[in-house]
């Protein structure tokens, strides 16, 4: 599957971009959290904790968040990750990866976007970012769904990610999904 640039990807429905997130943007981020779509599958933080939590996240050196914005819209959030072998929190329990991988995680935010293809459009359009402009040496993008996750899987399939494994990881269960990205090409393999 051949992924195309943002602007190719979406012609007839909007151009993606994405902003990093900063501390103004996380009270949108609150607010999608508490939306039941992202509850189902996200961890539902209070208040205090989400603030703090995004607050380091967003000054880390090894996690980076994202607003994803359609025609300068904020409609979702998407992060990448380096993974650490020798951390458990940061993939450790993983197969062996080529050392050029990251792990993402994302979510369309605005419940007016959901169920309409625009979350298999922000990856793709993410991951033409990612790895021609963020992080060109990338060469593998993982994502672990909830199994359960039938739409987030489709998604992911839809853009080139093939399953590879389930695993269990603080007593729940993932789907771990690889993409592994052809640069001569420009096509998922």
């Avoid at 980076?64 to 904020?74: E, I, K, N, Q, R």
């Amino acid at each position: 599957m051949k992924i195309l640039p943002a602007s190719d990807t979406l012609q007839k429905q909007g151009t993606f971009t994405f902003k990093r997130v900063t501390p103004e943007d996380l009270p949108t981020l609150y607010q999608w959290f508490k939306e039941p779509h992202v509850q189902q599958w996200w961890p539902v933080p209070k208040n205090d904790e989400f603030f703090d939590f995004f607050l380091k996240r967003i000054r880390s050196k090894d996690t980076f968040a994202y607003l994803a914005m359609m025609d300068g819209t904020p409609i979702g959030y998407i992060q990448y990750y380096y993974i650490d072998r020798n951390n458990p929190k940061a993939g450790s329990w993983l197969p062996e990866l080529p050392e050029a991988t990251v792990g993402t995680d994302q979510f369309i935010g605005d419940p007016a976007y959901i169920g309409k293809g625009y979350g298999t459009q922000m990856v793709k359009a993410f991951i033409q970012y990612l790895t021609h402009i963020l992080e060109p040496h990338i060469t593998t993008v993982i994502v672990d769904p909830d199994p359960a996750n039938h739409a987030a899987i489709r998604c992911y399939e839809k853009v080139g990610f093939k399953k590879e494994l389930v695993y269990t990881v603080s007593g729940g269960q993932h789907l771990l999904m690889r993409c592994d990205i052809c640069k001569s090409t420009g096509t998922n393999l």
